[in-house]
């Protein structure tokens, strides 16, 4: 905003978000929201009310910064994060490490408090009034500490997040035509589900070196407090672990199979969208409507199979914990010992602290290997061939703006490897749809048409037409589309194939020409050569 007074410009101060003027009192208890709670508690928060993003939080700043890591460490699709998240992603280990440390003092702190309780008559009340501070302090710290875990375990998982959505974005816009295939769906797919796996994983990723090291600690407190009872909680979890790996592989490859039928329905319901006039104008709604609920209805199976398989994880997780509890306080009434109070509420507090750990860490393992095939894809997709748009140059004279001269063109030395790529590791690799689609209606109208081996170009100004016979393209000869897939048999095409050839095209300035042919003859290869938006064999393009 700008605002004149007495003809200078003056600036006005570009709004911050208290979070980053906040000091650090107010970070750990997120005093500085309180500035939002007072607006809400007066009238509805609207969009003028919010605090402005954060600069480090901005996708320009963010992207910008994966955008030169990623050139550092091509193909290394971790390396580049870890450059750019790395430190505060460590910054959040080290308050996961002493969070841990100070969650398990607590069962000690309240067996010296019980024990206290039990024989005060000997003791100083001061000693009393110690513990219970301590116990107090402890719990502070623990959430104080857990909070801003949480904010920077989730803050990195954002900008993990953002960085691949801005990479996968800016990709796009860059990719050739041959890299990315005919299907925007699976490049949708990247962005929405496998960032947001990623970004998940993020979250929780600590608890995979964290829980093991609280399930060790918990069982030698344990063993200290209730002697070789513990031995028997131990090998209800030793012999509980192998029913939730095997759930969790279930799991794992159901989820596996769900991402290629989601990955299949949104391909076919991007291309239906494109293709609507088409599939309108032929009467093929019908079929259409029921292909896509076949391929919608196989999707839905596979995601109840894997929420059953998801709920018996969590039952055996949920369930483990008190297993582990109640037998070992069994083993340990029936060796002859008393279970005091001290001994069972200690025993309890480390169960329950075990029981996070127990539950969460075979679902982060189960997701290590998910977010592994999303780090596949999305490499993949970004080590793609990209347009070469110098090659699209016009050396002309300003009065011939489009001039092709003995232009021959591919669509590329990869055919569809990018996406196909991605869908082989899913397990698949489909067909394009629109390769079916425009093979019948090429057949079609090639019954219809006599002039099915030509172009012609027609001069809106002069009525005069000019026509490019068999010679300038090849492709109704030699049975191919011009979207690298063969006719007859829809097969990807050779990756040197060549699409058009010889062409030689010079449109002066001021004159509207139109490209006319059959379908599938080469026109929108045409055109998307002038573009570069295809790879050039021999001769020249551009405009």
Known sequence: MVHRSGGNAERAPERRSPEERAWLPSLLTYWFANQ?????????????DLFPVNRMDRTENIGGLFDAAWKKHPGHILRAMRECFGRRFMLAGVIK??????????????????????????????????????????????????????????????????????????????????????????????????????????????????????????????????????????????????PQKKVGGYLWKLRRKTIVHTDERVRWMSEVIQGAKAIKLYGWEKNFRERIAKIRGDEVSWIRKAV???????????????????????????????????????????????????????????????????????????????????????????????RVVNGTFSWGTKSNATLDAVASIEGVKKTSLFARLRTAIRAFMNRRSSAADKHRMLDEKDGNEVELTSQHTELAANGLHDDGVDAESGVDRPSETASVQNVSISIPEGKLCMVVGTVGSGKSTLLQSILGETRIIEGSAGL
Request: glycine fraction near 6%; proline fraction near 3%; hydrophobic fraction near 50%.
């Open 36 to 48: 939002m709670f007072r607006v809400g508690k007066e009238k509805d928060i609207g969009m003028d």
């Open 308 to 402: 059953y398989a998801s709920e018996i994880n969590t039952f055996l997780s949920m369930v483990t914990p008190i297993l582990v509890s109640v037998l070992s306080f069994t083993a340990y009434t029936l060796q002859g010992n008393e279970l005091t109070a001290e001994k069972a509420f200690v025993s309890i507090t480390l169960f329950n602290l075990m029981r996070f750990p127990l539950m969460i860490v075979p679902r982060i393992v189960s997701g290590l290997a998910e977010t592994r095939v999303s780090f596949q894809r999305i490499t993949a997709f970004l080590d793609a061939e990209e347009l070469d748009i110098s090659q699209a140059k016009n050396d002309s004279s300003p009065a011939e703006p489009i």
């Open 97 to 242: 490490i002493i969070h841990d440390a100070l969650q398990y003092s607590v069962p000690l702190v309240l067996g010296m408090i019980i024990n206290f309780v039990q024989n005060h008559a000997d003791r100083s009340v001061s000693e009393g009034y110690l513990l219970a501070f301590l116990l107090f302090s402890l719990q502070v710290l623990q959430t104080l500490l857990v909070g801003q875990y949480f904010r920077l375990t989730f803050s990195v998982g954002m900008h993990v997040k953002t960085a691949v959505v801005s990479a996968v974005f800016r990709k796009a816009l860059r990719v050739s035509q041959s890299a990315q295939g005919k299907s925007s769906g699976k490049i949708v797919n990247l962005m929405s589900n496998d960032t947001s796996r990623i970004q998940n994983l993020v979250t929780y990723l600590h608890t995979v070196w964290s829980g093991p090291v609280q399930i060790m600690i918990a069982i030698t407190l344990l063993y200290n407090t209730i002697g070789s009872a513990a031995l028997v909680g131990i090998g209800v979890m030793i012999v509980m672990l192998p």
